[in-house]
Nanobody, 117 residues
Framework: QVQLAESGGGLVQAGGSLRLSCVAS????????MGWYRQAAGKERDLVAY???????TYAKSLKGRFTISKDNNKNTVYLQMNSLTPEDTAVYYCYALTTLPPQTTWGQGTQVTVSS
């Protein structure tokens, strides 16, 4: 089973930027889809963005234009570049990996992003 390790979270002022990283224990070129969800305190976990094995990307409509997902197959890493952050972006950000052989979704432990006003 693939294991995921997120990093890059922290405290940033409104208007600032952060880049999250998610390192997989296996070749991400063999993973069908990888992406990010986020969960604010007291709220449900919501999709942020994902990228397929072929490089196609999908974003939550409200975040497109500020957030960019990318990957480096050589480093087995998926990135989430977050710009123009607002306090509403404060949440725990979770990386996930979706495979079909075997069919399963694996989650990372999460990384906290806090945006101060």
């Amino acid at each position: 089973q693939v294991q995921l390790a997120e990093s890059g979270g922290g405290l940033v002022q409104a208007g600032g930027s952060l880049r999250l990283s998610c390192v997989a224990s296996t070749r991400i070129s063999a993973i069908n889809e990888m992406g990010w969800y986020r969960q604010a305190a007291g709220k449900e976990r919501d999709l942020v963005a994902y990228i397929t094995s072929s490089g196609e990307t999908t974003y939550a409509k409200s975040l497109k234009g500020r957030f960019t997902i990318s990957k480096d197959n050589n480093k087995n890493t998926v990135y989430l570049q977050m710009n123009s952050l607002t306090p509403e972006d404060t949440a725990v950000y979770y990386c996930y990996a979706l495979t079909t052989l075997p069919p399963q979704t694996t989650w990372g432990q999460g990384t906290q992003v806090t945006v101060s006003s």
